[in-house]
């Protein structure tokens, strides 16, 4: 199966659909992204470019609010923080500065804090035995 989003005039994308690697097929048989794209818009016009779950075909995944960056030929996800930059070497968003090395999801988290440009610890709130409701 061939993967394909469908852009908006700014090059949003706006849905993200599935076609039969035989509407991908040339007339000999090849995958032409071409085919693929003439497809999507004979059923919904409009602009399409084709994107894969591997990220072999422009850098990653497709997904609704990503832009599609035709200079770096990347689906970019959407800015988390005015203060972040593009890395054009992984194709996403960093921190001014880098995540705390004893990082970890469920035993210490951190949240972004674009006011103080900082990671700020979560503090999870102790429970004691069980509480009836």
């Excluded at 997904?63 to 972040?84: G, H, M, Q, R, T």
Aim: with cysteine; hydrophobic share 35%.
């Amino acid at each position: 199966m061939a993967h394909f989003a469908q852009l908006d005039e700014n090059n949003i994308v706006i849905q993200v659909i599935v076609v039969s690697n035989n509407e991908c097929l040339d007339e000999n048989g090849n995958e032409s992204e071409d085919k693929g794209i003439a497809f999507c818009q004979s059923l919904f016009g409009g602009k399409w470019v084709q994107t894969s779950y591997s990220g072999k075909i422009r850098k990653r995944y497709a997904a609704i609010d990503y832009v599609y960056d035709e200079n770096l030929d990347a689906f970019i996800p959407p800015k988390p923080f005015n203060s972040w930059t593009l890395n054009t070497e992984i194709y996403n968003w960093v921190s001014p500065i880098p995540i705390p090395s004893d990082f970890n999801i469920l035993t210490k988290p951190y949240l972004w804090n674009e006011e103080t440009l900082s990671w700020d610890p979560i503090v999870q709130p102790v429970t004691t035995g069980s509480q009836n409701l």
